[in-house]
């Protein structure tokens, strides 16, 4: 069946810099993709969303780039801060209202 | 905003015990999704729900039943507690095509 893996299972960063999380998805049917931040303790909080028409879109600090000639999502993170430390997780949906999920990125930010 | 409130944030059950874990979203929403989430396996769907006393089979429905009664209010019912169902356990909700809403999760410990 269909899967959606990020690259990494985790990642540190320095406090200031630019954090870049990769997730490969494998449905090229897949219409919408979200990225989710969730903290310690607490449940999953949306981030950011783009639709396959799309290939960027721009939030407050955070950039969502889609490729979907290799099947890729990505996010960046600008001026990484100690907030930011989280675990993020990119979802996909492809033909009905369900979203599947990936493992999830840890991302660690150093003082 | 919304919000999607789950009864608790720990619970402690003894095996072979029924439970329930209730989750309520205020906000109108048609879809209700009930998730596990465990080291390293992500987010993996229970059961969904697209309207009242509709209920539909996730990826791994083996040991658990729901119940969705009013529009607002999504249960998940653990039959008969085992410890291989000791987990953080997410409530989500949706409007038609967009991304899910989620509580805060329900950390269950069956002993």
């Known amino acids: 069946g269909e899967s959606v893996g990020l690259h990494l299972p985790t990642l540190s960063v320095q406090e200031g810099d630019n954090s870049i999380i990769n997730c490969a998805y494998s449905n090229s049917a897949s219409d919408y993709f979200i990225w989710y931040k969730q903290e310690s303790g607490k449940g999953p909080q949306f981030i950011i969303d783009?639709?396959?028409?799309?290939d960027k879109r721009q939030g407050q600090r955070v950039t969502v780039l889609l490729n979907k000639t290799v099947k890729h999502l990505s996010l960046q993170i600008a001026a990484t801060q100690p907030g930011d430390s989280a675990v993020y997780f990119c979802?996909?949906?492809?033909?009905?209202?369900?979203?599947?999920f990936g493992a999830g990125t840890t991302v660690t930010v150093r003082a | 905003d919304v919000k999607v409130t789950q009864s608790s944030r720990y619970l402690v059950k003894r095996t072979g015990e029924k439970v329930f874990l209730e989750c309520v979203q205020d906000m109108d929403h048609e879809n209700m999704f009930w998730y596990r989430q465990d080291p390293g396996l992500g987010l993996r769907l229970i059961y969904f729900s697209y309207d009242v006393k509709m209920k539909e089979k996730g990826d791994i429905p083996e040991g658990y039943s729901v119940s969705r009664e009013k529009k607002e209010r999504f249960s998940l019912i653990l039959e008969s507690a085992s410890t291989n169902q000791t987990s953080m356990y997410l409530c989500a909700s949706s409007l038609q095509y967009y991304g899910y809403t989620f509580g805060s999760g329900t950390r269950l410990t069956v002993v």
């Open positions: 783009i639709r396959s028409n799309m």
């Open positions: 979802a996909e949906r492809s033909n009905d209202y369900k979203l599947s």
